[in-house]
């Protein structure tokens, strides 16, 4: 299946636009060629630009459906006794020409057209359809009054009407470059602007086809075209949008993000943005990443932010999207780059500071935001089809002649950049004498080498002897004779240069090249040879020198390889279309200096990516998904959150992660973060009988106010617990099993957690408080636990069942990297749950279920204060289920009667089997065991927060065996185990 065609663009140095398609590999050159451009900012269906005038211009794309807009106005009539309906109306009545509200005047004559890039399909006609259904003759509708409901019939009450009148028009400029007028207030009509960014066309909700288009002018401020949409491609009247600072530039996203620079070179951020306020309402800021350096250039994405500081680094900021977009922090690429472009899918492009190369980042996919590399794309002009088979260009990738092949030719040869590289391309432009000839014309356009690969040069002439482009050529006879005369008097091999683009200040350091020594000083590259007199501002095989990209319409398919990053293969071709004679001396010549060349790339390439693995280490992994949150804000329930979990690898390998939490309130998009190396526990918990699970901070701790997030299905709950508890272990570098002096300890669930300890546990004079301990959980399932310094640890479950631990880690819910492959095996355990029947003694009934209104619950825990009937009461968790149904326990302490009843004076009291007059309250205790439960027992990297067991209404008791020390006062059991064995008496 062919991927569909979009477009990249692209303005070179002189500021020609050109379109680069994703199914081709040539630079397409745009129309409208008399206009030069500074800026340009594009989607699917139009580009919007800014020329070297500061005038803001729009190129939209021709297609199959014309761009038409509708202009309606009525004709509103009253009736008179006398002469029926007429144009006379009561001085109450609306205008008789209006809008379909009445409130505006409107005649036919006042509409006009808005700019002179529209055109009318025809004249006013009547619309003789109401509602789908044709009129009588006229298309007149009734109604008794201003305003009504209308109808199509005419009744005896029919005391006005009104027709409907329609005109078309068509805009015209597609494909052209159409200037955008102002009808503005000359006293708000904006500054020459300066920057320009379009997007905003997939905010939610949003009508379809609508754009938002931001733009910068001269004096720092920032406009809003107002009603840009596909109707109206133009948009309406410009807004000036307030602001903290004076704006350098401004960069707009397919959704709601919009970062602008200031010129103090921190960033300011567009909140509020939505489809009813695409405005926004606020500005936040955000610091440079550097202090030395500020933001030269930012450029947004979908859920991404690049900047390029004053030095010319580049850097990616975590944590951005639609929820916070000011997103966490920043982190530094590799490469240096004059701007970059955040296309679609976060696609990003660049220009390099040194070449004027557009660079591709490879490795962006919606897991890996931040790319792996930068690529360079080496496509060639359209107009260098016309010249690979003209006796006039040779171009051969590493062939180097000598300057008896010079002569011959008569030509000038200017070495490329080399495309056999994917990072970093050179170029080595020559230049043929610092005072060339009257008349003879020569471009400016490679003045800007790469000086990172190599000593670029510039074919230029002096401004006082030629305009640029407009000389006629030199003739042959006198190109070559300037060259015998120019190895002749200047045997030197540089000179400098005289004149150069005043953009291009990388020229004035750099050397020109003389023919007689540019075998000597090439490096490897296709070689091309011009006429100096050629109009043309590049050489034949020379690339363009770019100064802006834009992506937003450019869609690139990741499964579909592209064409941009080899050398067209057609080029090759002229080198064959030239029969030169080269002699074996020559040939081993060119391949000594094809090999030092290559050992100098080899080392500059190395020198200027040094950096690369860094790049690759500093990345973003990010994973998503919906869940619920029970907020902490009354009334508490649970709400449907987006939780994303980041992951952020560092240069020493370190691995920090953010988990942010997304909700909505009074319609404002808000979140809360935790950082996971601040966690101490993580635990599953049974919250209104959904699969729960909730994280614990030392704050969120003293609070008691834990994260409690609720998953749809038992699997993701694990599949959440897994990965959050690999990366608490991650952050704090735990890994594999608990060691010999680690803590073990034992929830009132039955849950079993492991501490490591650190020396700051004990130390003096202050002591690690015991909510900043970092618990993991490993599996299985005991009711206590007991442990040495050895490692030895043994538990006992709730069916009295012995189990020794075997050294493994992981299993129940932890699966994969973090659980070990072997010492897991199985563990079961029986455990009773108790209920408690209570009833009241009545005078006239007796005992029964109906007690005073102080009374416990009837059914209830043996506290009294929780109501537990037979069939609100479930199992801990989901790994258990039922093993019985619900029996009558009658070794209840204190005894109990033949039904199973024990008797007191009043609830609370002391409990007897047997009753007395004085008794006026009775219960009795209902049993159930939980089946064989399964764990694997291994100990998962999960820690699980201790205080939330005591919030829950549970009640455990602390224990911390071999360690004769108390670490928390709470009702909590704190033992913990990892995988257990059954040890079995065989005595």
Request: net charge negative.
């Amino acid at each position: 299946m062919a991927m569909s065609s979009s477009l990249l663009w692209a303005v070179d140095i002189f500021g020609r636009v050109y379109t680069l398609s994703t199914v081709g590999q040539y630079w397409e050159l745009c129309k409208d060629t008399q206009l030069e451009f500074k800026r340009v900012s594009a989607v699917k269906q139009c580009c919007w630009g800014i020329a070297c005038d500061h005038q803001v211009y729009t190129y939209v794309f021709s297609g199959d459906v014309p761009i038409r807009y509708q202009e309606e106005t009525y004709e509103n009539q009253r009736w008179n006794p006398v002469g029926g309906f007429c144009e006379k109306l009561m001085p109450s009545d609306r205008w008789q020409w209006s809008d379909v509200s009445g409130l505006k005047h409107q005649q036919l004559d006042s509409f006009t057209l808005p700019s002179p890039h529209w055109e009318w399909e025809s004249d006013w006609y009547v619309d003789e359809n109401i509602g789908g259904e044709p009129t009588e003759k006229g298309g007149w509708t009734y109604a008794i009054d201003f305003p009504s409901t209308y109808t199509k019939d005419k009744k005896w009450n029919s005391c006005v009407r009104r027709r409907r009148w329609i005109r078309y028009r068509r805009y015209k400029s597609r494909d052209v470059w159409a200037k955008i007028t102002s009808h503005d207030d000359p006293e708000r009509l904006p500054d020459p602007f300066n920057d320009i960014s379009i997007g905003g066309w997939e905010i939610t909700d949003e009508p379809l086809g609508r754009l938002s288009v931001w733009a910068v002018s001269l004096q720092g401020r920032v406009w809003y075209r107002e009603n840009v949409c596909h109707h109206n491609p133009e948009g309406s009247t410009w807004s000036l949008i307030s602001t903290p600072g004076e704006v350098a530039q401004i960069s707009c996203g397919s959704y709601d993000l919009l970062w602008a620079t200031l010129w103090e070179g921190q960033a300011i951020v567009r909140e509020g943005i939505d489809r009813n306020n695409p405005q926004g309402i606020s500005w936040s800021t955000v610091e440079s990443p550097s202090s030395d350096n500020g933001i030269m250039h930012v450029s947004v994405g979908v859920d991404v932010v690049w900047c390029i500081t004053k030095d010319r680094k580049v850097w990616f900021r975590r944590g951005v999207n639609s929820h916070n977009p000011c997103g966490t922090s920043w982190i530094e690429m590799v490469g240096e780059m004059m701007m970059v472009n955040v296309g679609l899918n976060n696609q990003v492009w660049g220009i390099g500071c040194d070449d004027r190369t557009i660079y591709f980042r490879q490795g962006v996919t919606p897991s890996e935001l931040s790319g792996k590399m930068w690529k360079a794309i080496v496509c060639g002009r359209e107009s260098d089809r016309s010249q690979t088979g003209s006796s006039t260009s040779l171009l051969s990738a590493g062939c180097f002649f000598t300057d008896d092949i010079q002569n011959q030719t008569n030509t000038v040869i200017q070495g490329d950049a080399d495309t056999s590289s994917d990072t970093e391309l050179s170029s080595i432009p020559t230049n043929l004498s610092s005072t060339p000839p009257m008349g003879a014309a020569a471009s400016s356009a490679s003045s800007t080498g790469s000086q990172a690969a190599g000593a670029p040069a510039s074919v230029t002439v002096d401004p006082l002897d030629s305009d640029q482009g407009e000389a006629p050529a030199a003739s042959a006879s006198d190109e070559k004779a300037h060259l015998e005369s120019r190895k002749s008097t200047n045997p030197t091999p540089s000179t400098e240069l005289q004149w150069t683009n005043i953009d291009l200040k990388e020229a004035h350091r750099h050397a020109v090249l003389s023919v007689s020594t540019f075998t000597e000083t090439s490096s490897l590259s296709s070689l091309g040879m011009f006429s100096v007199g050629a109009e043309e501002q590049y050489g034949a095989d020379e690339h363009p020198l770019w100064a802006w990209v834009s992506g937003g319409g450019c869609l690139v398919d990741l499964h579909s390889p592209l064409k941009w990053f080899a050398v067209p293969s057609g080029l090759s071709s002229s080198v064959q279309s030239l029969s030169l004679s080269i002699t074996p001396a020559q040939t081993a010549a060119w391949r000594k200096q094809i090999f030092q060349q290559l050992s100098e790339r080899t080392k500059r390439e190395l020198e200027n990516f040094r950096h690369y693995e860094q790049a690759v280490e500093q990345s973003v992994w990010v994973k998503t998904g919906m869940l619920q949150w029970w907020r902490n804000w009354k009334p508490h329930k649970w709400m449907d959150v987006r939780v994303a979990l980041e992951q952020f690898t560092g240069s020493d390998g370190m691995r920090d992660s953010i988990l942010f939490i997304y909700y909505m309130y009074h319609e404002e998009k808000k979140y809360i973060h935790v950082f996971l190396n601040e966690v101490t526990i993580i635990a599953e918990v049974l919250k209104e009988g959904k699969h729960s699970f909730a994280l614990y901070t030392p704050e969120r701790t003293k609070q008691r106010w834990p994260i409690c997030l609720a998953a749809t299905t038992e699997q993701e709950m694990h599949d959440w617990l897994s990965l959050l508890t690999m990366s608490c272990c991650e952050s704090r570098r735990i890994q594999g099993p608990p060691s010999h002096h680690a803590i073990w300890s034992v929830s009132c669930k039955g849950d079993i957690f492991v501490s490591e300890p650190s020396p700051e546990l004990e130390a003096e004079p202050h002591p690690m408080p015991c909510d900043q301990m970092f618990w993991r959980q490993v599996g299985g399932h005991l009711r206590l636990v007991e442990c040495n310094n050895r490692g030895i640890v043994w538990g006992i479950g709730y069916d009295h069942t012995v189990w020794v631990y075997t050294g493994g880690y992981g299993g129940g819910f932890i699966q994969g990297l973090a659980s070990s492959a072997d010492n897991i095996y199985t563990q079961s355990d029986v455990k009773c749950v108790y209920i408690y029947e209570n009833q009241r003694w009545n005078p006239v009934t007796g005992y029964s279920s109906r007690g005073l209104p102080t009374d416990r619950y009837m059914w209830s825990d043996a506290s009294g204060l929780q109501e537990c009937t037979k069939a609100n009461t479930k199992p801990p968790s989901p790994q258990w289920s039922w093993v019985s149904d619900w029996y009558i326990d009658f070794s209840t302490s204190g005894g109990t009667d033949r039904e199973g009843w024990q008797y007191a004076a009043d609830f609370p009291a002391s409990y007897h089997g047997h009753k007395t007059m004085k008794d006026f309250v009775r219960r009795r205790r209902w049993a159930r065991e939980h089946p064989g439960f399964t764990w694997e027992q291994i100990s998962p990297l999960f820690p699980s927060q201790l205080e939330h067991f005591s919030r829950c209404g549970l009640l455990p008791e602390m224990v911390l065996p071999s360690i004769g020390a108390q670490c928390l006062q709470r009702s909590l059991q704190v033992t913990a185990g990892t995988t257990f064995l059954h040890l079995r008496n065989k005595s």
